[in-house]
């Protein structure tokens, strides 16, 4: 075993020495362009998949000359077991994959931890962990695609994706990626023996069985979704076409102007003083409270997640995960500026978050965190404007007017007395539905009060609820009355917005559960239970669409094994899944059990039953 990992080492030597110059190099020269550390996401999300593809075009190379004849069978006939053999070849791969990859990344990071005044933080090192098992995940997702019988194993690159692709801390994310490796690193040795063949193989074909249908889920229903909305489009009755918009529709209030949504609310109230309300509604009484915020960056988290700095006269300051301040620089005389908190430059307390700029309906600035709400005070001073206790949140919503202005949270909408000087009460109004589905708060000024419109549906066009639109009117006493209420058309059709469900409801919510059981700072997530969410009501016309998705692919699981030379537990294993799992899974019989090969069987073994009739 240390002879082929030392011979592996040497196999690859010269080729790993090119890669981790080239790599240092790259990033010694994009450090001086740009704060990698501090990047945009999109950039980190770039180094993702370059190391992602390196890692794949290794395994590509040195799986794919294994595969000579002469080469495998001198490789899989030495005196050790194929375990033995796959983990001096995995060690060699990790240590050229260290050595090529996290040296020259590490590096660069600590030269600008120790030698620049640059913010590096805890979560940046552990990028580089992540880049690491990223590689190693491409790595062994490679080997799995070149020694897989079947062409349709490239479907494998999905794993990785969907267990590691979320903005949540960087233990998280290790985590998943360490679990995605030990998936990986058992399916490669499901496949990693002299015939490459797991057809008899009970536990090999329900490892390659699982992703790939998976796969084939996301791949109908992303297919499927494109092509039905490119037809919508081609014959002009798409929603979001601007000529073509469903009247009394979830798109039409969301693309309405600010007064005209508070008039669409108000256009079937009964309430006598509804029509002096719309006389009297302009676009200077009226304002949107939000929500402009729907996801903060979580603490210690893996990439980037919103606006890391902000540029104040020749001062960038920049924000630091490990202090949850901001540090300043002097960009002229590259001279340190202090740290900058919740009270101004200066203060040593930290925010509860990474802080977002949001602004009002005035144009004026805040900063805003998951529960605290910020005021320039002048003099690089920040005043607390609103803080919510427990799990209630800030959505970055905020109106102001003369009289009174409105925040937005995850749970209410608070109206305060504009000014500190006024002694009358904040007044409370809670969300009518989850925050989730809110796709505008409206607040507008009228005569003896305000008027507050939600309109809901933002996610109906995924199958949750119904869209409709609440009006409220609040007067100077605080004594809160509805006005106004309307439900809002689907603006698909209704197999359309819960195709995921019926085509699989076992797959949708095993590609559904990482980013439900995942943190990743999606404002009101804890006031959601993810098993509701998974249990959700569905109409009936899903319920039919299901049962007969379900049944055809049931019989057409009968109809393939049919004469398959599979054992009839086997065969009745595999209907039955197919009924489970919906069209999917008979996709993935029909590529680990291909017509072809039963036909190269069949005629294998005609010459046999005639010899013995002789």
């Not at 929603?239 to 508070?262: I, Q, T």
């Not at 305060?416 to 969300?431: C, E, K, W």
């Not at 239970?529 to 039919?544: E, Y």
Request: charged share 15%; net charge positive.
């Amino acid at each position: 075993m240390l002879d082929l990992y030392l011979s592996e080492l040497r196999r690859f030597r010269t080729g790993a020495a090119i890669y981790a110059v080239a790599t240092l190099l790259v990033l010694v020269l994009l450090s001086q362009l740009t704060e990698l550390a501090a990047a945009p996401r999109e950039l980190h999300q770039l180094f993702y998949l370059l190391v992602m593809l390196s890692g794949l075009g290794f395994a590509a190379y040195q799986f794919v000359t294994y595969r000579q004849p002469s080469r495998w069978i001198w490789l899989q006939h030495r005196p050790m077991h194929r375990a033995r053999i796959l983990a001096a070849i995995g060690l060699a791969s990790v240590t050229l994959i260290l050595l090529a990859l996290a040296l020259p990344m590490f590096l660069v990071l600590a030269s600008q931890d120790h030698f620049t005044l640059r913010v590096v933080d805890q979560r940046h090192y552990a990028g580089v962990a992540f880049l690491v098992l990223s590689a190693l995940s491409a790595w062994l997702a490679g080997a799995y695609m070149v020694l897989h019988r079947s062409r349709w194993a490239f479907v494998i690159l999905l794993l990785p994706l969907l267990l590691t692709m979320h903005m949540a801390a960087w233990t998280t994310i290790l985590a998943l990626s360490v679990l995605c490796n030990v998936l990986l690193v058992f399916l490669v040795y499901t496949v990693f023996r002299p015939n490459r063949s797991t057809g008899a193989d009970a536990t090999a074909t329900v490892a390659s069985a699982v992703p790939l249908a998976a796969s084939f889920f996301l791949a109908l229903l992303w297919g499927g979704s494109t092509l039905f909305q490119v037809g919508q489009m081609l014959v002009g009755v798409h929603p979001l076409n601007g000529d073509h918009v469903p009247r009394g529709g979830f798109v039409e209030a969301a693309r309405m102007e600010d007064h005209e949504v508070m008039l669409a609310g108000l256009a079937a109230s009964t309430d006598p003083r509804a029509p002096a309300w719309r006389a009297a509604l302009n676009e200077k009484n009226n304002a949107n409270v939000g929500p402009d915020v729907r996801q903060f960056a979580v603490r210690a988290g893996m990439s980037t997640q919103g606006n890391l700095g902000f540029q104040e006269g020749a001062t960038r300051w920049t924000f630091s995960d490990d202090r949850m301040q901001f540090k300043g620089l002097q960009m002229r005389t590259r001279q340190p500026q202090g740290w900058f908190g919740p009270a101004g430059v200066g203060d040593t307390q930290a925010f509860d978050s990474q802080p977002e700029p949001v602004r009002d309906n005035r144009r004026r600035g805040y900063m805003v965190t998951v529960q605290n709400l910020y005021a320039s005070a002048g003099d690089g001073k920040l005043q607390r404007v609103l803080h919510v206790d427990g799990g209630e949140q800030l959505t970055g919503g905020v109106a102001v007017f003369d009289n009174q202005s409105a925040y937005l949270t995850s749970r209410r909408l608070i109206l305060r007395p504009t000014g500190s000087a006024s002694a009358q009460r904040d007044i409370s109004l809670p969300l009518p539905l989850p925050f989730a589905d809110l796709a505008r708060a409206q607040v507008a000024q009228v005569d003896g009060g305000m008027l507050v419109s939600f309109v809901y549906g933002r996610r109906m066009v995924d199958g949750f609820g119904n869209g409709m639109q609440a009006t409220w009117f609040v007067d100077a006493a605080g004594q809160v009355s509805e006005v106004a209420r309307r439900e809002l058309t689907h603006d698909f059709p209704v197999l359309f917005e819960h195709k995921a469900w019926w085509l699989s409801p076992a797959l949708d919510a095993l590609v559904a559960l990482p980013s439900l059981l995942v943190d990743n700072g999606t404002v009101g997530s804890h006031d959601v239970n993810p098993l509701d969410t998974l249990l959700r009501p569905r109409p009936v016309a899903a319920w039919v669409a299901m049962l007969c998705a379900a049944l055809a692919a049931g019989i057409g699981a009968w109809i393939w094994t049919r004469s398959a030379r599979i054992s009839p537990r086997a065969r009745a294993v595999w209907c039955v899944a197919c009924v489970l799992a919906g069209p999917p899974a008979l996709l993935a019989l029909m590529v680990l059990h291909p017509r072809e090969l039963r036909d190269v069987q069949a005629a294998a073994a005609a010459p046999q039953l005639t010899t013995a009739h002789a």
